[in-house]
């Protein structure tokens, strides 16, 4: 039976100092995890329970976005519209999280290239990380 209490997919507060973390959803059953939360498991449809999700993870694939979005929900900021990247990050936890990558560097972005993710009040924010050797 799926989970019908409120699913808070946002950002959970960690320790204080660390920044806030998403929080998703792993099945007890076939091990899923799934962002944004859901109460039932995407695959086999079983109750799932709260998760916090990796501050790091790997660049899937990215893109540019170089015209604004339909308005609404998009308000565009009063300087007006700069493209911006936005890509899927991938989490060790096995899910992928849509992202906006804030660089504005877009030849320096690669794929597989580590980020760390965090929520905001609407889409996930991603910067680039230096990989360590």
Request: net charge negative; with cysteine.
């Amino acid at each position: 039976m799926p989970d019908d209490s409120p699913v808070q997919d946002r950002a959970e507060v960690t320790e204080a100092g660390e920044p806030a973390r998403l929080r998703g959803r792993r099945c007890g059953g076939c091990a899923v995890t799934a962002y944004p939360a859901d109460g039932a498991c995407p695959r086999c449809g079983r109750a799932t329970s709260a998760v916090t999700l990796s501050a790091e993870g790997r660049l899937w694939t990215w893109t540019v976005q170089r015209f604004a979005p339909k308005a609404p929900p998009y308000a565009p900021p009063a300087e007006g519209f700069r493209p911006f990247a936005v890509g899927y990050v991938e989490l060790p936890e096995g899910v992928r999280v849509a992202a906006v990558l804030d660089t504005d560097d877009f030849d320096s972005i690669r794929i597989g290239m580590p980020v760390r993710i965090g929520p905001t009040g609407g889409v996930p924010r991603a910067v680039p990380v230096e990989e360590t050797p």
